[in-house]
């Protein structure tokens, strides 16, 4: 049952945020080393552009299957592309336990027709992606329509079947850290396996601060309800530096037991030459 009330009785002091967010160690040494490994394991290696071909697409599968050279244990945790990408993705990763993710309803803006955006995820799941990367209708949470975003976020939920859910808030286009934390709230009520921050096309994507607010809601959210929804930041994170400093925050937040790319992933472009390169240079 959804508790339209307990959504309005969120509220997030954004100072307290960002005294926690200055407090972030990130990992040194060898803890490094190993934290760097685990964000490949959670990493969802995507290609989101207008001029995406199959070829660029199986180039990034075959990348998804063997990311760290001279490592044959170690995959990404799913290659992430549009709607169209996902049969050759599909047959790219056959064989592998690497799963196609689909970015959905309406990406990036999410201002189909309601009708439109849930034939899109039918149609992603239908072509094979197991792991659904839908879009919220920003609208909803700036006029505080909390039941709007609800329903269709459950609609969204319905039409995923099986396949995992993850719910992007782009919290970029939000106003403030409250309203970030019922926007998450009301997704995870809803059903969202994940919530993710950003689509990576939005003028403010993944930081720091939102990523923090989100896990804490995730937190509350696991002590209310008893599970655990996953987490991910995703846009503009491209350096080995930066993807330290979020599995640091992960793990003073949410604990080891999110560790996992279960309940974590990055999701990313570019961030894999740069940890590749500096696991190179370790
Ligand atoms: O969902 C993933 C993002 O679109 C990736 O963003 P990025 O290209 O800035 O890494």
């Known amino acids: 049952m959804f508790d339209l009330a307990a959504i309005y009785r969120i509220s997030v002091d954004q100072a307290e945020i960002d005294r926690a967010v200055a407090r972030i160690a990130p990992a040194t040494g060898q803890a490094a080393h190993a934290d760097l490994r685990l964000a490949i394991a959670c990493m969802d290696l995507t290609t989101l552009q207008g001029d995406d071909t199959e070829d660029r697409v199986r180039a990034l599968c075959a990348r998804a299957k063997a990311p760290l050279p001279g490592d044959p244990t170690l995959t990404t945790a799913a290659v992430c592309v549009y709607h169209a990408m996902v049969p050759a993705a599909r047959a790219a990763l056959s064989g592998s336990q690497v799963p196609v993710a689909a970015v959905s309803a309406g990406f990036p ?108 809601a995730i937190s509350e959210w696991h002590d209310q309800t008893g599970t655990r929804v996953g987490f991910k930041p995703a846009g503009g994170i491209g350096t080995a530096d930066l993807a330290l400093q979020w599995l640091a925050l992960l793990r003073t937040e949410l604990g080891e037991a999110w560790m996992t790319p279960a309940l974590f992933r990055f999701g990313a472009s570019r961030l894999l030459d740069d940890i590749v390169a500096r696991l190179a240079g370790d």
């Open 109 to 216: 803006h999410g201002l189909s027709p309601l009708s439109t955006r849930i034939a899109e995820i039918h149609a992603s799941v239908a072509a094979g992606a197991t792991e659904i990367d839908i879009v919220i209708r920003r609208g909803h949470a700036l006029t505080g329509d909390w039941q709007a975003l609800y329903d269709e976020v459950s609609a969204f939920r319905a039409a995923c079947g099986t396949a995992h859910m993850k719910a992007i808030i782009a919290t970029g286009e939000l106003t403030d850290a409250t309203m970030i934390a019922r926007a998450s709230t009301v997704c995870m009520a809803a059903g969202a396996d994940f919530i993710k921050t950003s689509t990576g096309m939005e003028k403010v994507n993944a930081t720091l601060p939102a990523g923090l607010i989100m896990m804490r």
